[in-house]
């Protein structure tokens, strides 16, 4: 999987293209590890080309959000498959991470 990531001021948007399978959730969680918190108020991931998300995926999604709702932050999936938006909305992210389709 290749992960692009944008900073704008607290504002970042991470464009992921592949798969987020166990190796998919380890190169997420480096790429999030290398941005800069100080300031973050928002993370964006754009899953337009994403057509698998495993339970590690759901993992790293949740630790993501775990890490910035003490600050308030927020966290939101966009340009999401319709099966992969059925799988998290089955799972409730939906209730504390903001998703949307394509």
């Not at 480096?30 to 057509?51: A, H, W």
């Not at 775990?66 to 209730?95: H, Q």
């Amino acid at each position: 999987m290749n992960v692009k990531v944008e900073q704008q001021g607290s504002f970042v948007r991470m464009v992921l293209d592949g798969d987020i399978d166990e190796k998919g959730a380890d190169m997420l969680n480096k790429q999030f590890r290398d941005i800069k918190k100080e300031s973050l108020s928002e993370l964006c991931l754009d899953f337009r080309k994403v057509n698998y998300i495993g339970s590690s995926g759901i993992g790293q999604l949740i630790l993501f959000y775990k890490e910035m709702a003490p600050v308030r932050g927020k966290v939101k999936i966009e340009n999401v498959s319709k099966e992969i938006y059925e799988l998290l909305l089955d799972l409730d992210i939906n209730k504390v991470i903001d998703i949307q389709k394509k």
